[in-house]
């Protein structure tokens, strides 16, 4: 299951977002999730290892597919490789999780999200608050 972060304490914020129509509302928070996955992915590519660069270029931001069952459901996933199609590299999950030669991996991946928790938040409530603003919500 991916990381899921909940931002709390900005009630306000909150309040103003579900005042909003669902289309502006859908499009705020995409926006506000993109800007935050793609930070994340810089981050990530900045701590991959860098033999070939192949697995470098294979860290990409894509939307996350949207829920029949939830209509409100936005977000966006990072993924890092494994598509053979393209040619990237399949070894991306042996580094991030491990393997039997090397148990403990070296998680980029997870290193770019957790190690950039607090700036995503506040990136991504800031995004909000622009969307918001720029709606004309938001004094």
Do not use: C
């Amino acid at each position: 299951m991916p990381p899921t972060f909940v931002i709390t304490g900005v009630k306000e914020l909150d309040a103003k977002l579900a005042s909003l129509e669902p289309k502006l509302r859908k499009d705020t928070m995409r926006k506000a999730t993109r800007e935050a996955a793609k930070y994340v992915a810089a981050d990530a590519r900045r701590l991959a290892p860098h033999d070939t660069g192949k697995l470098e270029q294979s860290i990409k931001v894509r939307a996350r597919p949207r829920s029949r069952s939830n209509k409100n459901s936005v977000g966006h996933g990072i993924t890092g490789g494994s598509d053979f199609a393209e040619g990237m590299p399949f070894y991306s999950k042996f580094l991030e999780l491990g393997w039997k030669y090397m148990p403990e991996g070296d998680p980029f991946l997870r290193q770019g999200l957790y190690g950039n928790e607090r700036r995503v938040k506040l990136m991504f409530a800031r995004r909000i608050r622009e969307g918001i603003a720029k709606i004309g919500r938001l004094p």
